[in-house]
């Protein structure tokens, strides 16, 4: 199984992260995207990635650290590439951390985009309380000319919709476990087979039964399961489903 969005460049993992990746494919985990958040983590996930197998890499700047941002050092980033980067990601709109800075926000997400287009990469939005204008900003670039996941979708069953009409993945994390979840919940259970995938955006977010600590990769099954079981559908058939529109989707080729 692929875990799609992790951030084993995170100093939570500094002391152990061999472990954590061994922990991973020994429980039958078969490859890791490392998502970057700012240029550092950006550049650690690029060194995490090259120095293991099956593992791959984003680069990105997230809407929290918009005032970081500069295109020239992300465009960089790009040219000097491995052929391990899978995404530009991950990047967006959190109104729920910060509604002051808004255009800027936008901005920094916007020249993202173009960049992505640019180079032919997909993108991964991290969207916290900022549906609509996500979702505007997306129209404005229908059809889409590259992929464009929903990184741990929280929106509505509607946006899910109108989302997925405009030919965007949602991916979902172990938040879909936690009992208050019930919206998550719903959606994951009424859309298509062919339109999402799993994460876990470790270390936060760890699904049931482990929430409360770190979260890893090897935690991704749980969210399997439990999905597999609300949709009442054989948890490897679910897995190879969504692995496959995974690695479709960021252009993954193994197995
Ligand atoms: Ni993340």
Do not use: W
């Not at 991704?220 to 490897?236: E, G, H, S």
């Amino acid at each position: 199984m692929i875990d799609t969005h992790c951030h084993l460049n995170d100093s939570q993992f500094d002391n152990d992260l061999d472990s954590v990746i061994n922990n991973f494919f020994l429980s039958g985990g078969k490859a890791l995207i490392c998502v970057g958040a700012d240029f550092s983590s950006s550049m650690k996930a690029k060194m995490i990635a090259e120095s293991n197998d099956n593992i791959y890499y984003t680069i990105g700047v997230h809407p929290d650290d918009c005032d970081t941002y500069s295109q020239s050092e992300m465009e960089d980033l790009i040219l000097t590439k491995s052929d391990k980067l899978v995404a530009i990601g991950e990047i967006g709109l959190d109104y729920f951390h910060n509604k002051l800075n808004k255009a800027k926000q936008i901005e920094v997400f916007v020249s993202q985009i173009n960049l992505a287009i640019k180079y032919n990469l997909p993108i991964v939005i991290h969207c916290r309380d900022a549906y609509q204008d996500v979702y505007n900003i997306l129209k404005e670039y229908a059809p889409l000319k590259i992929g464009v996941v929903m990184h741990c979708y929280s929106g509505s069953l509607e946006f899910a919709n109108q989302l997925i009409k405009l030919g965007v993945k949602l991916s979902f994390t172990g938040s879909v476990t936690f009992k208050n979840a019930i919206k998550a919940k719903e959606i994951v259970q009424k859309i298509p087979l062919d339109t999402f995938f799993f994460e876990t955006d470790a270390p936060y977010l760890t699904p049931e039964p482990n929430r409360g600590k770190r979260n890893e990769p090897k935690n991704v099954f749980d969210t399997a399961k439990y999905v597999a079981n609300l949709r009442q559908i054989d948890v490897k058939r679910l897995i190879k489903i969504t692995d496959e529109n995974a690695k479709k989707f960021f252009n993954i080729k193994f197995m």
